[in-house]
């Protein structure tokens, strides 16, 4: 509880420099040209605001982020970013709405998409680079839009892994788990030199002689491991996806489970394992949060939670 005692959480000023000192570490730039001929603006109706003495535009530490065009103050957005890196199951836009103190719920719910858009994976380095091992594999759930639920899989919704053991982890929401779309994303996301580790279904035979090695276990014969064959880290992964989409989140349109994917990656990426705490996770989402922008279309929330 300690971290929730920084001033930047209940403090909007102290909210605002923090986020100045974050993206302008050597002096503030405009987002709009690239000119560093800037000064800060004064009187009530401006304050906050900087003017380019080169493009003559106006503009704040909120401009080009997923912050822009925002009512919600700075230090509500910190204190947001801050509960979601720090929950590893996530934390509802209900849970958001009291406690951030909001109006409304469509409110929260719209800030936690613009947090996840910020923890969107911006490293475009291939996945087991230097012979680093990646398990893939697939899970389903929540169910297609206008199917009724049915036995088997061909209702749910699909989603395609990769974990990169003691790394990070990307994941893709697909309409169809085939050769096609299996190779598209293994080419553009894994790297040659890496160990390939999956299960028995026949599309990953076929396109794992391109990598280092590739090896399986065959679980439907409840093999599950052989040697450094396995799929237990990225097994591990789904557990706490699934457990955070049901308890947490309980269901979520087709349209958005990108985003919660990109939250999962995130946090998964920036693990206390791998060095990372809270307070450095929030950090890195707000760095995330820089040059990207989502905007709210009402017909889009159909989300409970």
Request: include cysteine.
């Amino acid at each position: 509880m300690t971290d929730l005692l920084n001033p930047i959480f209940t403090n909007e000023e102290a909210a605002i420099d923090h986020c100045e000192a974050d993206r302008w570490p050597n002096g503030v730039v405009c987002p709009h040209c690239g000119s560093v001929s800037v000064h800060k603006m004064g009187g009530k109706t401006q304050a906050g605001m900087f003017l380019c003495n080169d493009c003559r535009d106006k503009f704040t530490v909120r401009t080009g982020t997923v912050f822009a065009r925002s009512h919600i103050p700075l230090h509500k957005w910190l204190l947001a970013m801050h509960l979601m890196a720090s929950s590893k199951k996530g934390i509802s836009a209900h849970q958001l709405w009291r406690m951030l103190g909001f109006g409304s719920y469509r409110t929260a719910w719209f800030m936690a998409h613009r947090i996840r858009e910020a923890m969107g994976d911006s490293n475009p380095e291939p996945m087991g680079s230097g012979g680093g091992t990646v398990e893939a594999d697939e899970t389903y759930i929540g169910r297609k839009p206008g199917r009724k639920k049915a036995r088997g899989v061909g209702h749910k919704m699909a989603v395609l892994s990769l974990v990169e053991r003691g790394g990070r982890a990307r994941s893709f929401v697909i309409t169809e788990f085939d050769g096609k779309t299996l190779s598209d994303i293994l080419e553009k996301n894994v790297s040659k030199q890496a160990n390939l580790r999956t299960d028995e279904y026949p599309t990953y035979k076929q396109y794992g002689h391109h990598f280092a090695s590739h090896e399986t276990v065959n679980h439907s014969k409840e093999e599950y491991v052989r040697g450094d064959a396995h799929t237990n880290t990225i097994e591990g992964y789904f557990s706490v996806f699934k457990r955070g989409m049901r308890g947490t989140y309980q269901h979520c349109s087709e349209q958005h489970l990108q985003r919660y994917m990109n939250e999962f990656d995130f946090r998964h990426s920036n693990r206390v394992a791998l060095g990372v705490d809270d307070n450095t996770r929030a950090n890195r989402i707000l760095k995330g949060a820089e040059g990207k922008r989502l905007t709210y279309r009402p017909a889009n929330r159909s989300e409970g939670q």
